[in-house]
C-alpha cells in the first residue's frame, strides 16, 4: 500500500495505496482481541475512510474542473483545502489530531511504531509531492498549532504511548512547516524522526 501510494502519479492509485494501507492495519491493531484494542481499530477506520473520502472527493473535484489527474497538477484551490484537510486527519496535525493518541494507546508497542511510523509516510509523500500548490497560511497555523499542542498536551500525560504520540504530533507539526520552502528537509526531519520513534518504541517493547 505504502510503495504504490508513493510511487503513483495517478489520484486513484495514491487513493488505493491509501486504502489498502488502512484494511491492512486493521487486523493488527485489533489483533489481541482487548475491548480498547477493538475501539482503538474503529476509530481508526472511521478516521481514516473519512480521509480517504475527502482525498478522492478533492482529486475528483480536481478533475472535473482541470480534467487533469496527475498528483502534481492539483490546480484547483478547494481542491487544495479539501486535500489539505484530508491528509492532515490522515496524518494527525492539530484541529485532527484527537483519534492518534486514543489509537496508540489501544494498541500493543509494535503496531504503535507501525501506526506512527510507517503509516504516516504515504500522507507526508503526497503532502510532499503536492506542496507547491498547497496554501501556506493554512499550512503554517496548522503545523504551529501541532508543534505547540503536542509540547503541551504531552506534559500533561501518564501514559507512555500518549506521550509518545503527542511528541508524533509535535514532530509533525515541524515537518508541516518547512514542507513549503524546502520539501527534502522534511523528509529528511521525517526520516529522523522514524530513527528515534523506532529507537524509543523498540527499546520499551524489549
Known amino acids: 500500500g505504502?510503495?504504490?501510494t508513493i510511487s503513483s502519479n495517478h489520484w486513484m492509485m495514491a487513493w488505493t495505496g491509501l486504502e489498502i494501507n488502512t484494511l491492512a492495519i486493521i487486523p493488527l491493531i485489533s489483533k489481541s482481541h482487548h475491548p480498547r484494542a477493538i475501539e482503538a481499530a474503529t476509530k481508526y477506520f472511521l478516521t481514516q475512510a473519512a480521509a480517504s473520502a475527502l482525498l478522492l472527493f478533492s482529486s475528483m473535484?480536481?478533475?472535473?474542473?482541470t480534467g487533469q489527474w496527475d498528483i502534481t497538477q492539483?490546480?484547483?484551490?478547494?481542491?487544495?483545502?479539501?486535500?489539505?484537510?484530508?491528509v492532515s486527519i490522515k496524518l494527525g496535525l492539530t484541529p485532527f489530531h484527537f483519534w492518534f493518541p486514543e489509537v496508540l494507546q489501544g494498541s500493543s508497542l509494535t503496531i504503535g511504531l507501525l501506526l506512527a511510523?510507517?503509516?504516516?509516510?504515504?500522507?507526508?509523500?503526497?503532502?510532499?509531492?503536492?506542496?507547491?500548490?498547497l496554501s501556506p497560511t493554512l499550512l503554517t497555523a496548522m503545523a504551529i498549532a501541532s508543534a505547540a499542542l503536542g509540547g503541551w498536551m504531552g506534559?500533561?500525560?501518564?501514559?507512555?504511548?500518549?506521550?509518545?504520540?503527542?511528541?508524533?504530533?509535535?514532530?509533525?507539526?515541524?515537518?508541516?512547516?518547512?514542507?513549503?520552502?524546502?520539501?527534502?528537509?522534511?523528509?529528511?526531519a521525517f526520516y529522523l524522526y522514524c530513527l528515534m520513534t523506532s529507537a524509543i518504541f523498540l527499546t520499551l517493547s524489549t
Open 2 to 4: 505504502t510503495t504504490i
Open 117 to 133: 511510523t510507517l503509516m504516516k509516510f504515504p500522507p507526508t509523500a503526497l503532502f510532499i509531492l503536492t506542496s507547491p500548490s
Open 74 to 86: 492539483l490546480t484547483h484551490p478547494t481542491s487544495c483545502l479539501l486535500l489539505t484537510t484530508a
Open 61 to 65: 473535484t480536481n478533475a472535473w474542473f
Open 155 to 188: 506534559l500533561n500525560q501518564t501514559q507512555i504511548r500518549k506521550i509518545l504520540a503527542f511528541s508524533s504530533i509535535s514532530h509533525l507539526g515541524w515537518m508541516t512547516i518547512i514542507l513549503l520552502y524546502n520539501p527534502k528537509l522534511t523528509l529528511l
